[in-house]
T-cell receptor, first 110, second 112 residues
Framework: QKEVEQDPGPLSVPEGAIVSLNCTYSNSAFQYFMWYRQYSRKGPELLMYTYSSGNKEDGRFTAQVDKSSKYISLFIRDSQPSDSATYLCAMSVGTYKYIFGTGTRLKVLA | EAQVTQNPRYLITVTGKKLTVTCSQNMNHEYMSWYRQDPGLGLRQIYYSMNVEVTDKGDVPEGYKVSRKEKRNFPLILESPSPNQTSLYFC???????????FGQGTRLTVV
């Protein structure tokens, strides 16, 4: 069993839809939870991070962490074609050694 | 501009021919690392470095070497590349205590 599981997709949604992306994990010691966005032919860029449990909101993006279920989510409201990318979840015990999910490919159709 | 620079961006080589992929960051970050990205496997850490002259193995270190003689540079060395090292490689850096890793643009390596 992988430490971090993420559905690879692809996920296709119409413009304006609410998108839900998820990861599950097995290591209860993880404390830092991150979402990276990776456009084609580019390196990943940090989108959001959450420490421990709870929600965090930034514009159209909301990150949720449920440590009791070992489950994290990223919600995208009013999705735009420019949101089309691969979304990677990442987790770590400390602030340096990250374990990444395989990434979910998202396509937002205009 | 703050950035992580990798070179080359694309490389095709033959089995057994030593190669080096360079990585340089201009943010004075202490922490640097190398990842490989493969379909269905995601990003896997190869090696990381906490600071100058301090390096350690990640999850998939076999067949790779690194060195950290200067804070800004963290080259990845493949002494004898094999076809199973064909992959997309990323270098990343972050400052001590930060959760944000800055990634380079990637190096697509093909070993034939």
């Amino acid at each position: 069993q992988k430490e971090v599981e993420q559905d690879p997709g692809p996920l296709s949604v119409p413009e304006g839809a609410i998108v839900s992306l998820n990861c599950t994990y097995s290591n209860s010691a993880f404390q830092y939870f991150m979402w990276y966005r990776q456009y084609s032919r580019k390196g990943p860029e940090l989108l959001m991070y959450t420490y421990s449990s709870g929600n965090k909101e930034d514009g159209r993006f909301t990150a949720q962490v449920d440590k009791s279920s070992k489950y994290i989510s990223l919600f995208i409201r009013d999705s735009q074609p420019s949101d089309s990318a691969t979304y990677l979840c990442a987790m770590s015990v400390g602030t340096y050694k990250y374990i990444f999910g395989t990434g979910t490919r998202l396509k937002v159709l205009a | 501009e703050a950035q992580v620079t990798q070179n080359p961006r694309y490389l095709i080589t033959v089995t057994g021919k030593k190669l080096t992929v360079t990585c340089s960051q201009n943010m004075n970050h202490e922490y640097m690392s190398w990842y490989r990205q493969d379909p269905g496997l995601g990003l896997r850490q190869i090696y990381y470095s906490m600071n100058v002259e301090v390096t350690d193995k990640g999850d998939v270190p076999e067949g790779y070497k690194v060195s950290r003689k200067e804070k800004r540079n963290f080259p990845l060395i493949l002494e004898s590349p094999s076809p199973n090292q064909t992959s997309l490689y990323f270098c990343a850096s972050s400052s001590q205590g930060s959760t944000e890793a800055f990634f380079g643009q990637g190096t697509r390596l093909t070993v034939v």
